[in-house]
């Protein structure tokens, strides 16, 4: 068996519980947790393998993290083996106590999501009146604490106009970072979302206002799932913020396109142990209970085929393939194909 390099980042849904009942919701979260979750010890095996195998940085998320008992002792666990541990959470359950106990846990970064500046759009979308104001009291509680946060919202029709608050929002906020995800119809988008992506010209729009947003922003700009969007910072020759420079100048993946499945790139695990390549690609690759990670990474004809960048359609002549390659996820999820053209691409 040939050794691929791992991912640099997993992403580990530790629960399939939420409090929340998000319209976009890629893992389709419940209101109670799924009967055959991982147990504790089956995480902390996990996370022993992700060490030993390479892997650098751990997001746990969900569902909603905090809605698992044991959360603060599967983190706790994870920096203590030296991976770097990031939680991503609605930020709803968090008060000031709970900040300082993530903290104490080694979490070095809480990714909070905030879909609108409008309280009740914000509500309606993540189906709970109110979660808004919780949410960003969860903020301010991580700021108090000396917890680095972020904030992440989806963009979509709805909210597009709201982009430039939603940057403001996390400025005054005190954030470290603002994350924009451009929205891809998969898991439970797939009926509550239907026909809110962007168009291909509406998303080169947006991307273009963050590139140059970047410039003089105080804090970091990211954004998942839009693998175009690197192409308008060597385009407009802008320095990249989306990670910190001493840990971009890490991440061999960078401007390398889709990171799915990539070497140094990610890779997904359900809260039942079924990898994915993606969150945004919801392709079962086998389960950790019969196959270690790294036999599923290193032997998945799906991963064969993402790793060999044999796209079609216009991906697969566009000059741009390797350094882009669309995103997989919405090629996927729009024409059942992993290896077809990007539809939300303006090139």
Same mark, same amino acid.
């Given at each position: 068996?040939?050794?691929?390099? %791992? %991912? ?37 095996? !996990? ?185 308008? !910072? ?17 991440? %061999? ?47 998945? %004809?799906?991963?064969?085929?993402? /790793? ?19 995103? /997989? ?19």
């Amino acid at each position: 068996m040939s050794d691929i390099p %791992p %991912p640099f980042m997993v992403s580990y849904g530790i629960t399939s519980k939420c409090n929340l009942n998000c319209k976009h919701c890629y893992a389709q979260a419940t209101e109670e947790a799924s009967s055959n979750e991982l147990s504790t010890e089956e995480a902390r095996e !996990l996370i022993d393998e992700l060490t030993d195998w390479g892997a650098k940085f751990l997001v746990l998320d969900g569902g909603e993290p905090l809605c698992r008992p044991d959360f603060l002792e599967i983190a706790s666990y994870a920096s203590s083996k030296g991976l770097m541990t990031g939680i991503g959470s609605n930020g709803t359950l968090i008060d000031k106590a709970m900040a300082e106990r993530i903290k104490g846990a080694g979490v070095q970064s809480i990714a909070i999501s905030i879909d609108s500046t409008r309280p009740e759009v914000h509500d309606t979308f993540r189906g709970k009146k109110g979660a808004f104001h919780q949410a960003m009291n969860g903020a301010a509680a991580c700021k108090e604490a000396g917890l680095p946060f972020q904030f992440g919202m989806v963009i979509r029709k709805q909210t597009l106009p709201e982009v430039p608050d939603m940057l403001k929002l996390a400025v005054e906020s005190g954030a470290d970072a603002a994350e924009f995800f451009d929205l891809v119809e998969a898991g439970r988008a797939k009926t509550e979302c239907r026909g809110e992506s962007l168009s291909p010209e509406k998303r080169k729009q947006i991307m273009g206002w963050l590139a140059q947003a970047q410039i003089d922003c105080p804090i970091i700009i990211r954004v998942p799932a839009c693998p175009m969007y690197p192409l308008i !910072l060597q385009e407009k020759k802008i320095k990249p913020k989306h990670f910190p420079a001493e840990l971009l100048a890490r991440i %061999p993946y960078y401007g390398r396109g889709c990171a799915a499945g990539m070497p140094f790139g990610y890779i997904r695990i359900a809260p039942n142990g079924e990898v994915n390549p993606c969150m945004l690609l919801q392709i079962d690759l086998g389960n950790i209970r019969k196959k270690s990670i790294r036999e599923i990474w290193n032997e998945s %004809p799906v991963l064969k085929q993402l /790793r060999s960048r044999e796209l079609k359609g216009k991906c697969g002549q566009c000059d741009y393939s390797d350094t882009c390659a669309g995103c /997989r996820g919405r090629a996927y999820e729009e024409t059942g194909d992993v290896l077809a053209s990007d539809p939300g691409c303006w090139i």
